[in-house]
């Protein structure tokens, strides 16, 4: 089983920056990539970036550009930066991690975090 702890959200003012981390431990071995979801009141929940462990990475159309993913290796962790944040940002966000598929190029993500609140309010 792979464990995921996610931190770095809270309270932010419209047009300012969050980082989340999400820490793994566990069965590290039998994933090879990793992700972001969020889910906001009331929306189904959507990928915004993932990460695979070579660094290839993957992003959602609206979010590329603001958010920007990355992997420490050597701590099992990933991060995700968030910049120019908006009322719109607010949601759970949740890490994920599974297996990418070199042949079909996806990514099953079969282990999640508890989730974390962002909040962007003035």
């Known amino acids: 089983q792979v464990q995921l702890v996610e931190s770095g959200g809270g309270l932010v003012q419209p047009g300012g920056s969050l980082r989340l981390s999400c820490a793994a431990s566990?069965?590290?071995?039998?994933?090879?990539?990793m992700g972001w979801y969020r889910q906001a009141p009331g929306k189904l929940r959507e990928l915004i970036a993932s990460?695979?462990?070579?660094?290839?990475?993957t992003y959602a159309d609206s979010l590329k550009g603001r958010f920007t993913i990355s992997r420490d290796n050597a701590k099992n962790t990933v991060y995700l930066q968030m910049n120019s944040l908006s009322p719109e940002d607010t949601a759970v966000y949740y890490c994920s991690a599974g297996v990418l598929r070199s042949g079909s190029g996806t990514i099953d993500f079969s282990h999640w975090g508890q989730g974390i609140q962002v909040t962007v309010s003035s």
């Open positions: 566990g069965s590290i071995f039998s994933i090879n990539a």
């Open positions: 990460i695979s462990f070579g660094g290839t990475t």
